[in-house]
């Protein structure tokens, strides 16, 4: 992903309780900064509840190189990167 800026939310929070809360806030800003956004750096992304910014980690032609090689080498899908969006 290539991109003239780098950003986001980060969140960081001190107890258990506040997970669910904190969680809604990031989806929030997350949700903001969509139409300024060119996609996901993969590193620092919610690949679990957000299966969709996988595929937008990555240039088109990237993607689909890496759906190849998992054809070839993990015909059984046990990655853990879901080609399933």
């Known amino acids: ?3 003239k800026l780098y950003g986001g939310p980060w969140t960081m929070w001190n107890n258990a309780q506040s ?3 904190n969680k809604l806030w990031h989806d929030k800003c997350t949700k903001l900064l969509v139409p300024h956004a060119a996609g996901h750096y993969i590193g620092e992304t919610d690949i679990v509840d957000h299966a969709s910014y ?3 980690s990555y240039k088109k032609a990237n993607w689909q190189r890496l759906a190849e090689l ?3 080498h993990d015909p059984m899908d046990y990655s853990l ?3 399933r969006v």
């Open 19 to 21: 997970d669910n809360d």
């Open 70 to 72: 998992r054809k070839k």
């Open 54 to 56: 996988t595929k937008a």
């Open 81 to 83: 990167i879901s080609m």
């Open 1 to 3: 992903m290539q991109g």
